[in-house]
């Protein structure tokens, strides 16, 4: 048997729908927060399967995780009992963001064994930045049996210039310098929002971080971190796919509880191809969009560029508009998967690695797809709200991974969507 979203299309949405907190920020502050000696209380966080796996990784370590709130969004994190421990078990390997306890755990212990972390693939994504980080702190870093172990004496502050700017390396860089002796400071650090957010949590612990948001970092290592209670951030990649989708599929559709400063490539964007919307503090409405709209070219960048979780969502958009649009990927240049699914639907996109070239305007049929990545499935979701027919997508656990009861957000939407479970040889 198998989990399946199974979507009649053609109906017209409207409503009002309320962002969650950020899976992007979440996956690096629940780490985080065992840096403490206390219990670190979180809300607003997104209850989404990567989510669980963290809590899972948190307790094999001895880590009492406590989940409270009528929707299960507060975590109340106790790291006092905890125990360095191997992580090696297939949770690590599934959750891209384990990753994230190398730096933690190194800057608590001096030494952790972790296996090679996993999570979407879409493309080569190696993590020799964080590695490089590490040993430039006084690490050493050895690679056996398919587990990274990384230990250290002592960890000292060091000057620490990254190639790319790297979201997971700046934060896992950020986490391991905490305690370091002395002054750590990250040059081309990534500025992307949930790096702030990161930093703001382990400021309220009592960390000594200045420079989040721009592309210096310096980290002041302290002796120990206390308990604290913190706020989520807005997730920007969900209000990104629901403005697209309201763009796609919909008409006076409010987003709540967004930043719009974070959504900005993506507004310019929208209101190039010509969707009509109104801006406000926390959310954003969509009324409605031009009779015909216009193609556009989008080129990914790290923050505050074009977010490359943004891309996937918007080539469905995209395949309505009158004319041929470009997106250029230069993050994940394989994150194209999508595109071949869209393409069964009837969409006419062809893939020149790094480059997607998608002509329109073209009629969308249902028919069975599969979501081979996170972002991907959301593309496919806003695809079959405005395909003809039924469409079936099927591995949904990629969806469940970052957003947060979608079926149930969409169907307060107007729309006609279900999970269901079928026999896996359909």
Known sequence: MKEIIRIEGGHNLTGHVKISGSKNATVALIPAAILADEPVTIVGVPNISDVKSLKILLEELGVNVLIKGENGNHLIIDPSNMENKPMNSDTVTKLRASYYFMGVLLAKYKRVEIKMPGG???????????????????????????????????????????????VGATINIMCAAVFAKGKTTIENAAKEPEIIDIATLLNKMGAQIRGMGTNVITITGVDTLHGCFHEIIPD??????????????????????????HLEGLISKLDDIGVNMEVNVDSILVKGRNEVLKPVDIKTAPYPGF????????????TQCDGQSVVTETIY??????????????????????????????????????????????????????????????????????????VGKLKSLGAKIEKVTIDSDN
């Open 333 to 406: 240049t394989e994150r194209f998967k999508h595109c071949h699914e869209l393409n069964k639907m009837g969409a006419d996109i062809d893939v020149r690695t790094p480059s997607s070239f998608i002509n329109g305007p073209t009629k969308l049929s249902g028919t069975s797809v599969t979501a081979t990545d996170l972002r991907c499935g959301a593309s496919l979701i806003i695809a079959g709200l405005i395909a003809s027919g039924t469409t079936e997508i099927d591995e949904i656990y990629h969806i469940e991974r970052g957003y947060e009861n979608i």
């Open 236 to 261: 920007r990649i969900e209000a990104a796919t629901y403005l697209t989708l309201a763009a796609t599929a919909g008409n006076d559709i409010t987003i709540e509880n967004v930043i719009p400063q």
């Open 307 to 318: 977010a490359t979780d943004m891309q996937q969502p918007l080539t469905t958009l995209l």
């Open 120 to 166: 979407c693939y879409l493309g080569p994504r190696p993590i020799d930045l964080h590695l490089k980080g590490f040993e430039t702190l006084g690490a050493k870093v050895n690679y056996e049996g398919g587990s990274y172990i990384i230990e250290a004496d002592e960890l000292i502050g060091d000057k620490i210039f990254l190639d790319v700017s790297s």
